[in-house]
């Protein structure tokens, strides 16, 4: 089974708009991270946002916001008000705690911020 | 502080011929880790280091493949030898538990071809 599936491939987001980056988990792991990466044009992996499994409050970090409910092992990212610039492949990735300290990716969706 | 060091940049190599790609990372971190992202596996773990021992290398695809890291600054991912379907970009990334997320910090990749 996929541990972090990205379920949408392409979005297209109108610019000024707020979007939602949908990824759900498969884990056992009571202790986990999540992670989202911006991977632009040029090719460079960026951290844009951590939830810990244990966090009480969702994480926001500027534009970015996770909307992370547990019993429905998802972590949606949703980025408000968005800018050309927010045009690029996204990743969710996992660290189980009791795994080791590595990351498992999501296949990734591609946004387009249309102008 | 430098981010994490990536050389060379662009590989093209013909089929058969031994290909390194070597990595330096961020000063102070202790994990160390390679990728290889394609399109049709997307982002896949290879091996992780933690001070300077390799941690897990299930990932590693076979034998032609080889990494090390003779210190904390250096490491080197070895393919020998090369083959077409080794073409992808290969990422280098490091990370450190004194870092609030323990997020890791990507380097900018190599893309390697392979003839």
């Known amino acids: 089974a996929q541990k972090i599936t990205q379920t949408q491939p392409g979005m297209f987001v109108q610019e000024k708009e707020a979007v939602t980056l949908d990824c759900t988990y498969d884990t056992s792991d009571p202790s986990y991270g999540l992670f989202w990466y911006k991977q632009p044009s040029s090719g460079e992996m960026i951290f844009l946002i951590y939830q810990g499994s244990y966090d009480q409050q969702n994480a926001t970090e500027g534009r970015y916001s996770l909307n992370f409910q547990k019993a429905r092992k998802s972590a949606n990212l949703v980025i408000s008000a968005s800018q050309l610039g927010d045009s690029a492949m996204y990743f969710c990735a996992m660290r189980e705690d009791n795994a080791g300290n590595m990351l498992t990716f999501g296949g990734g969706t591609r946004l387009m911020v249309k102008p | 502080d430098a981010g994490v060091i990536q050389s060379p940049r662009h590989e093209v190599t013909e089929m058969g011929q031994e290909v390194t790609l070597r990595c330096k990372p961020i000063s102070g971190h202790d994990y160390l880790f390679w990728y290889r992202q394609t399109m049709m596996r997307g982002l896949e773990l290879l091996i992780y280091f933690n001070n300077n021992v390799p941690i897990d290398d299930s990932g590693m695809p076979e034998d032609r493949f080889s990494a090390k890291m003779p210190n904390a600054s250096f490491s080197t991912l070895k393919i020998q030898p090369s083959e077409p379907r080794d073409s992808a970009v290969y990422f280098c990334?490091?990370?450190?538990?004194?870092?609030?997320?323990?997020?890791?910090?990507f380097g900018p990749g190599t893309r390697l071809t392979v003839l």
């Open positions: 990334a490091s990370s450190t538990l004194q870092e609030v997320y323990n997020e890791q910090f």
